[in-house]
């Protein structure tokens, strides 16, 4: 059984930080895609990042390259979000997903199968 469970949500300043954890099980890390979704109110899903279990390669939308890293850690069967210099517009909650697609998912919401609980993350003053 695929379990996502998201963590490190929360209230921040603009222009600060916070780091996103995805804990994955019974899913290779190796395998697919591990994904990170977000969903502000009124708006549709929409796909952040994500990295590709067989090699590591990383994706990012438009808005939040240079801003945001995925990385994975084996060892703790974890994906994590790390977000710098957050805006309120990347107000939302994000959701982390996996995809077996092995080659096309990338920020595809539709090719995920498995979908974690979100976490909310709120860029205010």
């Known amino acids: 059984q695929v379990q996502l469970v998201e963590s490190g949500g929360g209230l921040v300043q603009p222009g600060g930080s916070l780091r996103l954890a995805c804990i994955v099980s019974?899913?290779?890390?190796?395998?697919?895609?591990i994904g990170w979704f977000r969903q502000a109110p009124g708006k549709e899903r929409e796909g952040v990042s994500s990295?590709?279990?067989?090699?590591?390669?990383?994706f990012y939308t438009l808005s939040v390259k240079a801003r945001f890293t995925i990385s994975r850690d084996y060892a703790k069967g974890a994906v994590y979000l790390r977000m710098n210099s957050l805006k309120p517009e990347d107000t939302a909650v994000y959701y982390c997903?996996?995809?077996?697609?092995?080659?096309?998912?990338?920020?595809?919401?539709?090719?995920?199968?498995?979908w974690g609980q979100g976490t909310q993350v709120t860029v205010s003053t």
């Open positions: 997903a996996a995809s077996t697609d092995l080659h096309r998912a990338t920020l595809h919401s539709s090719s995920y199968e498995y």
């Open positions: 990295i590709r279990g067989r090699d590591g390669a990383e």
């Open positions: 019974g899913f290779s890390l190796d395998s697919g895609f």
